[in-house]
């Protein structure tokens, strides 16, 4: 098992922004990695992911708002959030496949515990 450290959630107002960071607890490396959240009593949803050729896709929810980024070198992804509502308070959560994998899926292996985003004036 190849655990992921998410990092950088926290309290923030409507209309703030919080950066996120992903990076695994020991080096290796990832194709596709990504982030999905999770409020409370719903769903996990998907919000974004990128390729390791930074190929990005995101859900409706977040477009124009929210960026994915990510440096090979460090094995690390980022999810910059821009004009943060309330609807996007969550737990955000890591996750990442293979290098012989392409794009992302629900099914990627690798996971991190979920860092708390809320955004509440």
């Known amino acids: 098992q190849v655990q992921l450290v998410e990092s950088g959630g926290g309290l923030v107002q409507p209309g703030g922004a919080l950066r996120l960071s992903c990076a695994p607890a020991r080096s290796i490396s990832f194709g596709p990695m990504g982030w999905y959240r999770q409020a409370p009593g719903k769903q996990r949803e998907f919000v974004a992911a990128i390729t390791r050729g930074r190929i990005t896709n995101y859900a409706d929810s977040v477009k124009g708002r929210f960026t994915i980024s990510r440096d090979n070198a460090k094995n690390t992804i980022y999810l910059q959030m821009n004009s943060l509502e309330p609807e996007d308070t969550a737990v955000y959560y890591c996750?990442?496949?293979?290098?012989?994998?392409?794009?992302?899926?629900?099914?990627?292996?690798?996971w991190g515990q979920g860092t708390q985003v809320t955004v509440s004036s």
């Open positions: 996750n990442a496949d293979g290098l012989s994998r392409t794009m992302l899926c629900p099914m990627a292996p690798y």
